[in-house]
């Protein structure tokens, strides 16, 4: 997780609230996003997600969307998804509502409301990225839908705040959820497989990779890498 969320007590409040909400939100939720036009406002939204999915990932799907600019239905995009497994979150991040032409724009937050039901119904948990001055738009145009929301939290980053991108946050959410189930079932496999065997090897190679693309501490990687070669020496599985 991006540091951040330890340096910006705002940052962490906020993510802390969105993470509770679509962690009690079983049946689905609308969670609202707010940010502003700042360059690395749009970055620290990919470190939102992917703050996200590293704490949810375990019982959770996810995806992806931006709104289009030919027929700006989100109900409709929805209904293109695989149903949510048995037991699991679906979560979706939006964005994108204030880079489509104005009258689609306009269309887009008229199907918000006229489709509120039909989200309802998807049972997905839904975070809608938009800009603060978007929010009047969706209060006076969309008040069906803006009265389903759980919360709208705002991710304003101070001036002089410097925000470096991690890793993680490069990645597509369904492939960062992906390496995340990865470093699980690899943890939990070592902690019961026999210190001398030869997959034990592959074992740590493996998440020595995936450590590696999630972007952990390099030391961490390498001495889990360390690990693993040295133990394919002494089996003399190289």
Not at 123 to 142: E, M
């Amino acid at each position: 997780m991006n540091d951040v969320f330890q340096r910006v007590p705002s940052l962490r409040d906020a993510l802390n609230e969105i993470i509770i909400h679509l962690r009690m939100a079983t049946e689905g939720c609308l969670v609202i996003a707010m940010t502003s036009e700042r360059e690395d406002e749009h970055r620290l939204r990919r470190e939102v997600q992917a703050a996200v999915v590293e704490q949810l990932h375990d019982q959770s799907t996810f995806d992806e969307h931006v709104f289009d600019s030919v027929y700006p239905s989100l109900a409709a995009y929805l209904e293109t998804l695989p149903p949510p497994g048995d037991g699991k979150r679906a979560i979706i991040f939006i964005k994108g509502l204030e880079a489509i032409p104005d009258d689609k724009r306009e269309q887009a937050i008229r199907l918000l409301n006229l489709e509120r039901e039909a989200l309802k119904g998807s049972h997905r948990s839904i975070l809608l990225w938009v800009r603060s001055s978007t929010i009047p738009a969706l209060i006076h145009q969309a008040g069906d839908f803006w009265a389903w929301r759980s919360a709208v939290l705002e991710f304003r980053l101070p001036l002089g705040v410097e925000l470096r991108t991690t890793l993680p946050a490069r990645l597509p959410v369904q492939e960062l959820a992906r390496l995340y189930r990865f470093k699980d079932a690899y943890e939990q496999q070592l902690e019961s497989a026999s210190p001398s065997a030869p997959s034990t090897a592959d074992l740590k190679l493996e998440l020595a990779e995936v450590y590696r693309q999630l972007g952990l501490p390099e030391r961490q990687v390498m001495a889990l890498r360390r690990e693993g070669l040295a133990l394919k020496a002494q089996t003399g599985d190289e």
